[in-house]
């Protein structure tokens, strides 16, 4: 559906999003109506160095002192900020256009469970508001939480809006540093967690290897072997049995919970047959979780749809699923994520809810975000 414009009316939401894997900042300009969304701009932002590796060991659980926290958060709100006026700048974009801008920040932890759960996103918004004159909505999680959530995931409340269904079982699966699903059935509430790990075990794997950021293609686990035992191993993780909602992170898997598993391994494994089995065990732990809805699509997004072996793994392991990158129906997959913030943006300012509580387990459906204001 076409979206109507004015020059000079604010109509238009900017999405940021960064996720788990480090990569880099995902920014969209979007418009939306209460039955389409229209994608007008979007560009990738390389993430800051020198942060990376900081971040990691911050979700790994490294003591860190509040100064260095406060100075994280306004390097990142300085960050976004600089990026949203390169990304004006190089679209034919202005300011006075934007509505507003929906930042998910940086997320630092995630501990949806337990007597005092919590999640940090940084990356100042006051900032943002700030330093691009233009009404910046975050902090999207804490709300869910506050009302019993878990925060997590918050897309498939788009994804329902996005890809919602009459007739096939569509499961948006989107592949970042750690997975998440989508279950959009006939007739049927959403579901919506996190599977496990996405990317994230392999990247540190090649990482630790070969100093890449990615295995690209999945090239490297591509001339591995599968480890049977170690696979099985993995796949006997407490998360998986665990029943939804629920929701991961990098507390979780990381480095130190690969180096735990191959520790019990009396046995030395390749590194590529580890790229391997790691490769086979993201696929598997996410094929299990779909397998359970059926048949029907499965619309990849995310960087892990760019991982041919990857998505070669996912089609093997479910014959009853059609399996194809979201961009083969027209939907760019690397913005997906930061489209749903734009929109989540824009239900905040129209006062609808952001959450799906059959997804997030909150006790009602809530308004998501705290609005920062440039004035
Ligand atoms: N060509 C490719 N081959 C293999 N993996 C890729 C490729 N392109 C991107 N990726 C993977 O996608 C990740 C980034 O995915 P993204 O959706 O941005 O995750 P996040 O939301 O966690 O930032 C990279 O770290 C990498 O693992
Ligand atoms: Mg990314």
């Known amino acids: ?16 999003m960064s996720g788990t894997s480090l990569d880099g900042i995902d920014m969209v300009a ?26 990691i060991a911050l979700s790994q659980g ?8 406060g100075t994280i958060d306004h390097f990142l709100g300085k960050t976004y900020a600089e990026a949203v006026n390169r990304f004006l700048a ?33 990356g100042d918004a006051n900032i943002i508001a700030a330093l691009t004159g233009i009404t910046t909505v975050a902090d999207f999680r804490r709300k869910d939480m506050a009302l019993g959530g878990q925060g997590a995931p ?12 009459d007739s096939t079982t569509k499961v948006v699966l989107n592949i970042g540093g750690i997975a998440n699903i989508s279950v959009l059935a006939p007739d049927q509430p959403v579901i919506g967690y996190d599977t496990g790990p996405g990317n994230m075990l392999m ?12 295995d690209k293609d999945g090239v490297w686990a591509a001339s591995g072997v599968v480890n049977q035992a170690l696979l099985t191993q993995m796949l006997s993780d407490g998360y998986f049995a665990q029943s939804t909602p629920k929701s991961t992170g990098r507390e979780l898997f990381n480095q130190r919970w690969l180096e735990t598993h ?3 391994f009396s046995q030395p ?30 619309l990849v997004c995310g960087g892990g749809a760019r991982n041919k072996t990857l998505m070669t793994a996912l089609q093997l392991a479910l014959p009853c699923w059609q399996v194809m990158p979201t961009d083969d129906i027209g939907i760019n997959g690397d913005s997906l994520e930061a489209l749903a913030f734009a929109w989540l943006a824009y239900q905040a300012l129209k006062g609808k809810p952001g959450n799906l509580t059959d997804v997030t387990g909150a006790s009602r459906p809530c308004r998501l975000g705290a609005i920062y204001y440039p004035d």
């Not at 979007?30 to 560009?43: G, P, R």
């Not at 540190?204 to 290897?209: A, D, L, T």
């Not at 779909?290 to 029907?296: A, I, K, R």
């Open 1 to 16: 559906m076409k979206t109507k414009k004015k020059r000079g009316e604010q109509i238009m939401y900017i999405g940021i």
């Open 269 to 298: 494994v390749n590194a590529e047959d580890i790229q391997a089995t790691l490769l086979a065990f993201t696929a598997q732990s996410i094929a299990n979780d779909v397998t359970l809805y059926g048949s029907g699509e499965l």
């Open 154 to 165: 918050l897309v498939p409340a788009f994804h329902q809006f996005l890809f919602s269904t």
């Open 62 to 69: 490294a003591s860190v002192t509040l100064e260095e926290i």
């Open 262 to 264: 191959l520790n019990t």
């Open 30 to 55: 979007a418009s939306f109506s209460d039955q389409s969304a229209t994608l007008h701009h979007q560009a990738e932002y390389p993430f800051p160095e020198k942060l990376k590796d900081k971040l």
């Open 90 to 122: 190089e679209s034919t974009l202005k300011a006075e256009e934007i509505a507003a801008i929906g930042c998910h920040g940086q997320t630092v932890f995630h501990k949806p469970t337990g007597p005092m759960p919590f999640t940090m996103q940084l």
């Open 203 to 214: 990247d540190s794997w090649v990482s630790k290897h070969h100093g890449k950021p990615y």
